[in-house]
């Protein structure tokens, strides 16, 4: 899907704990010229929560409250934005140019969730959802036009350090 984008829009995605938001911070790091999307923080600034999940202890955030926030900046023909965020299935097709879905070892992931504080549950619902690739599965179903979708080791400091000069390549060979 060709958008004629100056820089690409990247999504990276995977189960909670997979460690998204620490890539994304290293990545900008890497390309001060991209520009770093908080989905979270946009819910909170454009009061996009439809409701409090009891059971996950957590806001639930308005889909179609969220795109009207944030369609505009994700339609500018500058581009060069980096969503990290575990739900894909919302975002439309046209806002990424690559999708990154990064995998964990499932006893990592169980002991970065265990440490967060999460109930035994939510560390269950989780980790089942790493080993069934529901995220990874998501995307392929879901992005089937974007210019590239990579699925990325993420256990260490290494892996992550590695999928900064991997993702960092598609940036620098980005052409609109």
Known sequence: METGRVRPNILITGTPGTGKSSLAEMLMEEHPEMRSMDIYTEAEIHGCFAEFDEQRNCKVIDDDLLLDAIEDRMSEREGGFVIDYHATAFFPERYFDYVIVLRTDNTLLFDRLAARGYSQEKIRENVECEIFGVIADEVEE???????????????????????????????????
């Not at 036009?145 to 060979?173: A, F, G, P, T, Y």
């Open 142 to 176: 879901c992005y089937p036009n974007v210019r590239e979708i990579k699925v990325l080791k993420s256990d260490s400091l290494e892996d992550c350090q590695q999928n900064v000069i991997i993702i960092s390549d598609l940036i620098k060979q980005w052409t609109p």
